[in-house]
């Protein structure tokens, strides 16, 4: 793989950096012998401003193709070289849980953000999020994570996703046509964007709830303006959830 070489360092004068490093072709090398660690990523990522460029163009990119090859295919298929939101934002989708705090997007409960070993996300499940006037998009859903025993909330699943093209999306027009609303104070956990909720401008079906095993109307997902989901359901018993996929 061919890198634009910048030795010299974005971040000031005075930076240590700037008395020599790693070309990119080393770094690059490096981390594809640890396999394109995130954790090792993110702490290069904190060095200074050269490297935190680095991380976002190349490593973080490298991250997301290396934990799931097919989606990022997918997802640059309409001749792109990025994504919306930036890798860093969709590594970081790949990877953790965001939870919930009170007070915030979903308020009724109290779940720490986490960082998940493996999740996998489903161009098939997607499209049970859509409404089916918008079911031409390309959504990409995981598994819900689930966190059991949430007291009066019971067992909890978070989920999230990501679309492909959304600047182009029916899903992105139908929220703009029915004038929804930005969610006053909370933004994307993983780019800051601005997030609609999907629950109030009516743009949840109830194939969503199936698909996850969850009540139907104990559901609640939102929209970032990069067009990454994240959501929570309240799931039902293992034997009430199986039944709801059998009548799907």
Same mark, same amino acid.
């Given at each position: 793989?061919?890198?634009?070489?910048?030795? !010299?360092?974005?971040? &000031?004068?005075?930076?240590?950096?700037?008395?020599?490093?790693?070309?990119?072709?080393?770094?690059?090398? +490096?981390?594809?012998?640890?396999?394109?660690?995130?954790? @090792?990523?993110?702490?290069?990522?904190?060095?200074?401003?050269?490297?935190?460029? $680095?991380?976002?163009?190349?490593?973080?990119?490298? =991250?997301?193709?290396? !934990?799931?090859?097919?989606?990022? @295919?997918?997802?640059?298929?309409?001749?792109?070289?990025? +994504?919306?939101?930036?890798?860093?934002?969709?590594?970081?989708?790949?990877?953790?849980?965001?939870?919930?705090?009170?007070?915030?997007?979903?308020?009724?409960?109290?779940?720490?953000?986490?960082?998940?070993?493996?999740?996998?996300?489903? !161009?098939?499940?997607?499209? %049970?999020?859509?409404? *089916?006037?918008?079911?031409?998009?390309?959504?990409?859903?995981?598994?819900?994570?689930?966190?059991?025993?949430?007291?009066?909330?019971?067992?909890?699943?978070?989920?999230?996703?990501?679309?492909? &093209?959304?600047?182009? &999306?029916?899903?992105? #027009?139908?929220?703009?046509? !029915?004038?929804?609303? =930005?969610?006053?104070?909370?933004?994307?956990?993983?780019?800051?964007? #601005?997030?609609?909720?999907?629950?109030?401008?009516?743009?949840? *079906?109830?194939?969503?709830?199936?698909?996850?095993?969850?009540?139907?109307?104990?559901?609640?997902?939102?929209?970032?303006?990069?067009?990454?989901? $994240?959501?929570?359901?309240? $799931?039902?018993?293992? %034997?009430?959830?199986?039944?709801?996929?059998?009548?799907?």
């Amino acid at each position: 793989m061919i890198l634009t070489k910048q030795y !010299r360092c974005i971040h &000031s004068s005075s930076c240590q950096c700037t008395k020599g490093h790693l070309s990119e072709d080393v770094i690059f090398l +490096v981390f594809q012998h640890l396999n394109w660690n995130p954790k @090792l990523i993110a702490t290069l990522s904190c060095i200074c401003k050269w490297f935190d460029d $680095l991380a976002k163009r190349v490593l973080w990119k490298e =991250f997301c193709k290396t !934990r799931a090859p097919k989606m990022m @295919l997918d997802l640059q298929s309409s001749g792109s070289h990025s +994504v919306d939101g930036n890798w860093r934002a969709l590594g970081k989708l790949l990877i953790y849980c965001s939870g919930c705090s009170t007070g915030g997007l979903f308020n009724s409960i109290q779940i720490p953000g986490h960082f998940v070993y493996r999740t996998r996300f489903s !161009r098939t499940s997607g499209k %049970s999020f859509l409404l *089916p006037q918008c079911r031409t998009d390309v959504l990409y859903v995981s598994d819900p994570c689930e966190h059991l025993d949430q007291g009066d909330e019971g067992d909890v699943g978070f989920f999230r996703g990501i679309f492909k &093209s959304f600047l182009v &999306s029916k899903v992105r #027009k139908m929220l703009i046509d !029915r004038g929804a609303q =930005f969610h006053p104070t909370a933004v994307c956990p993983y780019c800051k964007a #601005k997030l609609w909720n999907m629950l109030q401008a009516n743009m949840v *079906p109830q194939s969503a709830s199936c698909r996850l095993g969850a009540y139907e109307d104990c559901i609640e997902y939102y929209v970032c303006l990069n067009g990454h989901m $994240l959501g929570i359901c309240t $799931l039902l018993p293992l %034997s009430d959830s199986e039944e709801a996929s059998e009548s799907e």
